[in-house]
């Protein structure tokens, strides 16, 4: 009996998060919220994401898909590596606290997502992304974008913002603060991430449907 009580009050936070995340996700087309990660796991992440470019284990990323795919580093600018099941104790428990995002975001909203996908997104100094959108002209299978941040003392004058563009309404910018997460629309939200004055690290991925 006393562990399941223990369960549920640990739990509460994270559905007051949830809570939190949807309903402005449904007021705004976009949501912001900080501390989303355990500390810990932001530390480990970030150091795992440093290490994997500093062995050069991060490909620059590229643009478009299909036939039109290619680097355009003048477009964008970060180095990426996808995660595995597997690939870390960090990485997997990462994963586990995006599954219960899902399964939040689909009792909510009825999307229908069915997996999420995601990769280490490495910005030097001086890195940005011009403006665009996730979903893609002839794959609408990229429903809701996540951006969750692992840079830690970020202050203002670092820069790097996540600069959100929602129809009819004024610019948001967003820190990349660590354990802060950034969850919008994909087909919907013009955006772009603007250059920093130190390295950027951050986790990037969306919700989707099978097409």
């Not at 820069?159 to 629309?185: K, N, Q, T």
């Amino acid at each position: 009996m006393n562990r399941t009580h223990s369960s549920a009050h640990s739990d509460a936070p994270r559905d007051e998060g949830h809570r939190q995340i949807l309903d402005t996700l449904q007021e705004h087309g976009w949501s912001e919220q900080d501390n989303f990660l355990p500390h810990d796991l932001t530390l480990a992440l970030a150091q795992e994401c440093a290490g994997l470019a500093a062995s050069g284990a991060l490909a620059l990323a590229r643009v478009s898909q299909g036939a039109a795919r290619a680097l355009q580093p003048e477009i964008r600018g970060d180095r990426i590596r996808w995660l595995d099941a597997g690939q870390s104790a960090a990485c997997d428990q990462y994963l586990a606290i995006m599954e219960t995002l899902r399964t939040a975001l689909n009792r909510r909203f009825f999307l229908g997502l069915e997996e999420y996908e995601s990769h280490f997104a490495f910005y030097a100094p001086g890195d940005s992304y011009r403006q665009h959108r996730d979903q893609f002209r002839h794959d609408d299978s990229r429903i809701v974008s996540v951006v969750v941040y692992l840079n830690a003392d970020w202050l203002p004058h670092h820069g790097g913002e996540l600069r959100l563009h929602p129809e009819g309404s004024s610019m948001r910018d967003i820190l990349p603060v660590g354990s802060r997460i950034a969850v919008f629309l994909s087909a919907d939200m013009l955006h772009e991430v603007l250059p920093a004055t130190r390295d950027r690290l951050s986790l990037t991925g969306w919700f989707k449907r099978r097409t």
